[in-house]
């Protein structure tokens, strides 16, 4: 069978920050906990923000380093999310028509929580190996831009973002392993979203059917391919960060299920085989359905250039519950990972103050999946654009009106 693997990916996480210390101190929260989290700072979504613009401005720039022939020979798009807009039409729909993508493009819609988006790669891989065309490619994007769960202790960990990742048959970055996956499901009600307003979070359940998944998972995958050895088979590990400290409380938990493994080769191998993929997520927050996604990302990012064939251990884990832990080979990169410098990206946000944040987060209340009419006030996203991409527009929500949305590019205001 061909190869089949990720051939670009790209990223985009937002205009504005806050740092989460300050968010902490702003809610009377516990300040202990937060060296459980291992967060820095999260992205917040701008009012005139929304799943297909994020979606869009992470695909665009990835799109635009190809060429016209790889545009065309995009025969699949699937976008991950929690934050569908419509309970028939897919996000998708709008997000093919901003991209310019061929009319001889299959697009759909993956939802189930934060594992949508590696179950769409997961989906996109199977396609693109059967696909008729030897050049057919598939478009992948996890992303999120949740209602923000406000005077919760979810909140300081809850961000917004967009992963877009092409597909095929010539791998760069990484190549699937054919049939090298694991899996578990079951239902267990730890987070429900009932309505287009209402987020009901049950934390501990959540993390308790999280590591349970894990394990469960991974001893599927040894089922399937005998003589794997978590420790020794693979060389990086990538695991679905809701925050960083639910990772490293993931992994411990394996560790000890598997095996009798001190503290502190615990720690090493956490630090040795986790820590590279977890210096996005830490900056950016929760992002759902892409958040595996940016995980990847930032490990591709901080792993360098060693010698081919490495192998990824990838957990994805969504709640309600789905889970898989799959692996793939990296191929020694050849120029940049993404299509924009992601760490220069994050440092360029505008980091906001409490009050700042507040208010667009009061702003932002008013945009949710199902209401009718909506204007935007793009005078920030005008204001801020040009901090992160100076040289490139950036696709903002202009108005809802009558259920019908529109989209519009602004640049960055550098007067």
């Keep these: 069978m061909k190869p089949v693997g990720i051939e670009d990916i790209n990223a985009y996480l937002g205009l504005a920050c806050i740092e989460v210390q300050d968010l902490f101190h702003a809610r009377g929260m516990n300040t202990a906990r937060m060296a459980n989290l291992l967060m820095q700072r999260k992205t917040v979504a701008l009012p005139c923000e ?22 065309n020979s995009i025969e699949l798009l699937v976008v991950g999310t929690e934050s569908g807009l419509d309970l028939s039409k897919a996000t998708a729909t709008w997000i093919h028509q901003l991209l310019g993508l061929p009319r001889t493009c299959r697009l759909y819609e993956v939802k189930q929580a934060c594992y949508a988006g590696i179950a769409g790669l997961q989906m996109a891989v199977a396609q693109m190996a059967v696909a008729s065309r030897e050049n057919a490619r598939a478009l992948v994007i996890g992303c999120d831009v949740p209602r923000l769960a406000r005077d919760t202790t979810a909140e300081p960990s809850q961000g917004a973002g967009a992963v877009a990742v092409l597909v095929g048959s010539r791998p760069t970055l990484a190549t699937a392993e054919f049939g090298a996956s694991g899996y578990c499901s079951f239902e267990v009600t730890d987070v429900r979203r009932p309505t287009p307003t209402d987020h009901v979070w049950d934390p501990d359940l959540s993390l308790i059917s999280y590591v349970q998944c894990l394990k469960t ?56 085989r986790l820590e590279d993929s977890l210096h996005y997520p830490a900056q950016v927050g929760n992002i759902y359905a892409g958040t595996t996604l940016l995980a990847l990302l930032s490990l591709l990012d901080h792993a360098g250039t060693a010698e081919p064939g490495r192998r990824v251990g990838i957990f994805s884990y969504g709640s309600g519950c789905s889970s898989e832990f799959c692996s793939y080979q990296l191929l020694p990169a050849t120029g940049p990972v993404s299509a924009t410098d992601t760490a220069a990206e994050l440092a360029a946000r505008t980091r906001l103050d409490v009050a700042s944040y507040d208010g667009i987060a009061d702003a932002g209340d008013r945009l949710y999946a199902g209401v009718a009419d909506y204007e935007s006030d793009l005078s920030l996203a005008q204001e801020l654009a040009g901090t992160v991409r100076p040289d490139h527009p950036l696709t903002m929500l202009e108005h809802i009106r009558g259920h019908e949305r529109r989209y519009v590019d602004v640049t960055g205001d550098k007067s």
């Design 50 to 71: 929304d799943v297909v613009s994020y979606a869009v401005n992470a695909a665009r720039p990835l799109l635009a380093r190809h060429d016209e022939e790889t545009r």
């Design 217 to 272: 998972a991974y001893s599927d995958y040894v089922s399937r391919r005998p003589g794997t050895d978590f420790l020794t088979s693979f060389d990086h590990l990538v695991f679905h960060t809701p925050f960083p400290g639910a990772v490293r409380g993931a992994h411990r938990s394996l560790l000890r299920s598997l095996d009798r493994i001190g503290p502190d080769r615990i720690a090493e191998d956490f630090h040795r």
